[in-house]
């Protein structure tokens, strides 16, 4: 076993505190990574807090990870030693259902589903999986990205995440050039969106409650700025998106962002409300109007990601932390306090 340096929180809601925990050794399959930087996203606050219901505590969170192989197994043919790689939400699935076979192993539903990278078990129902605020993490090879020449380490670790979370359903939907998107909200997910949807060639609308916001809108690449405590500008945007991307993991009024769709127009949730959302039945049917969901992506599709935004030098705007900081930036990311990711950085552990 690998003794291995984290940060965990206890039990639910408990700050998170350094603490020591074992990985497996790695198998002919698996590498050994040196973890560099971690991203932290606003899941790891709720699962952390308890507040989406059942936790293994300890916890050690993370799931925005950045580092270098050290080791790699007899059969490990992927990656070498050396090697700049990431890991992002999950770290194994069946691998033989049709969703996995396809390259969506996000969606995996048998044999245990999708095993993600921390709060889960491993296929051995036994092993406890911990995340990336730590020294070290050991991967099956498959589940490991290769993070491109041309991004900075610090600022691909969101890309893991809040990167393949925005990324996912704008290749589904096939958006670019000729659509109007919209994002509805801008922070650690919406930046990303904005930057993505920009880098597709699609006409960007940003829709956020802080007007402030306007100038750091436009400078990630949104063509327009409505402030939807606006009435009158929000209005103005009424049936003018094909697309509407909502970041917001808040309650609020999904009506109003429906309202702003053409016939056809879809509402994508990638932002998940603690509590259900209302919607009226008639603006949906008048225009025939869309909400949907989306989660993250697979393997192949967040390879993807990453060599598009090494391609179109599309990277995270991050505030780089110390460790011993996190239950700090934990409190400012709920006050929407961050431009627009934390990231952690391991030498700091």
């Given at each position: 076993?690998?003794?291995?340096?984290?940060?965990?929180?206890?039990?639910?809601?408990?700050?998170?505190?350094?603490?020591?925990?074992?990985r497996?050794?790695?198998g002919?399959?698996?590498v050994?990574?040196?973890?560099?930087?971690?991203?932290?996203?606003?899941?790891?606050?709720?699962?952390?807090?308890?507040e989406?219901?059942?936790?293994?505590?300890?916890?050690?969170?993370?799931?925005?990870?950045?580092g270098?192989?050290?080791?790699?197994g007899?059969?490990?043919?992927r990656?070498?030693?050396?090697?700049l790689?990431?890991?992002?939400?999950?770290?194994?699935?069946?691998?033989?259902?049709p969703?996995?076979?396809?390259?969506?192993?996000q969606?995996?539903?048998?044999?245990?589903?999708?095993?993600?990278?921390?709060?889960?078990?491993?296929?051995?129902?036994?092993?406890?999986?911990?995340g990336?605020y730590?020294?070290?993490?050991?991967?099956?090879?498959?589940?490991?990205?290769?993070v491109?020449?041309?991004?900075?380490?610090?600022?691909?670790?969101?890309?893991?995440?809040?990167?393949?979370?925005?990324?996912?359903?704008l290749?589904?939907?096939?958006?670019?050039?000729?659509h109007?998107?919209?994002?509805?909200?801008?922070?650690g997910?919406?930046?990303m969106a904005?930057?993505?949807?920009?880098?597709?060639?699609?006409?960007?609308?940003?829709?956020?409650?802080?007007?402030?916001k306007?100038?750091?809108?436009?400078r990630?690449?949104?063509h327009?700025?409505?402030?939807?405590?606006?009435a009158?500008?929000?209005s103005?945007f009424?049936?003018e998106?094909?697309?509407?991307?909502?970041?917001?993991?808040?309650?609020?009024?999904?009506n109003?962002?429906?309202?702003?769709?053409?016939?056809?127009?879809?509402?994508i949730?990638?932002?998940?409300?603690?509590?259900?959302?209302?919607?009226?039945a008639?603006?949906?049917?008048?225009?025939?109007?869309?909400?949907?969901?989306?989660?993250?992506?697979?393997?192949r599709?967040?390879?993807?990601?990453?060599?598009h935004?090494?391609?179109?030098?599309?990277?995270?705007?991050?505030?780089?932390?110390?460790?011993?900081?996190v239950?700090?930036a934990?409190?400012?990311?709920?006050?929407?306090?961050?431009?627009?990711?934390?990231?952690?950085d391991?030498?700091?552990?």
């Amino acid at each position: 076993m690998i003794s291995v340096r984290g940060y965990a929180a206890d039990r639910a809601g408990a700050p998170l505190t350094p603490y020591r925990f074992e990985r497996r050794e790695p198998g002919d399959k698996d590498v050994l990574i040196d973890i560099q930087y971690c991203g932290i996203c606003h899941s790891d606050i709720h699962a952390a807090r308890g507040e989406w219901g059942e936790a293994l505590f300890p916890m050690v969170p993370g799931h925005e990870i950045v580092g270098r192989v050290a080791r790699a197994g007899s059969r490990a043919t992927r990656f070498k030693p050396g090697d700049l790689v990431g890991v992002g939400c999950f770290v194994d699935s069946c691998r033989t259902c049709p969703e996995c076979k396809e390259g969506r192993e996000q969606f995996c539903h048998t044999d245990g589903g999708t095993v993600f990278t921390y709060n889960d078990l491993e296929k051995d129902e036994k092993t406890r999986t911990y995340g990336g605020y730590s020294s070290q993490i050991v991967v099956d090879e498959g589940y490991v990205l290769k993070v491109p020449a041309g991004l900075s380490p610090e600022k691909a670790a969101p890309l893991l995440c809040a990167g393949i979370t925005t990324y996912s359903p704008l290749r589904h939907w096939k958006v670019g050039k000729g659509h109007r998107l919209g994002v509805l909200g801008l922070g650690g997910l919406g930046h990303m969106a904005v930057k993505l949807g920009a880098s597709l060639g699609a006409e960007v609308t940003v829709l956020s409650s802080t007007p402030a916001k306007e100038s750091e809108a436009k400078r990630l690449g949104a063509h327009h700025f409505v402030p939807t405590s606006d009435a009158a500008k929000v209005s103005a945007f009424t049936g003018e998106l094909d697309f509407i991307i909502d970041t917001v993991s808040a309650p609020h009024d999904l009506n109003r962002a429906v309202s702003l769709l053409r016939r056809d127009g879809t509402l994508i949730l990638v932002g998940a409300s603690p509590t259900p959302l209302s919607v009226a039945a008639f603006p949906l049917i008048m225009l025939r109007r869309k909400i949907s969901g989306s989660l993250i992506g697979g393997i192949r599709e967040t390879q993807e990601m990453l060599d598009h935004c090494a391609a179109h030098t599309v990277q995270a705007d991050v505030e780089v932390i110390p460790m011993a900081d996190v239950n700090k930036a934990y409190d400012r990311v709920v006050k929407s306090d961050v431009r627009y990711r934390f990231v952690i950085d391991m030498k700091t552990l």
